[in-house]
């Protein structure tokens, strides 16, 4: 496998643990939100907003790394 489409692989690794994270939270916000428990529910909220940003993030990184490498067909 050549060294560049391993950073790819790796990236998407990132982005499916940040993905998994955010899951993770949602979940546990869902139950704080069941249980009346809004400040709890509220920061495992925000936890799913910072994890769904990075891996965002990570996805523009990978758009930008194929725009530099991709030229247009005519």
Do not use: C, I
């Not at 428990?37 to 936890?47: I, Q, T």
């Amino acid at each position: 496998m050549s060294e560049r489409l391993d950073k790819v692989g790796a990236l998407y690794d990132e982005v499916a643990a940040e993905l998994e994270r955010a899951a993770a939270h949602a979940a546990v916000a869902a139950q704080h939100f069941r249980d009346e428990n809004v400040p709890r529910g509220s920061a495992h909220a925000w936890a799913v907003h910072g994890h769904l940003r990075e891996a965002q993030a990570r996805l523009d990184e990978q758009a930008r790394e194929h725009a530099r490498l991709s030229t247009p067909e005519t």
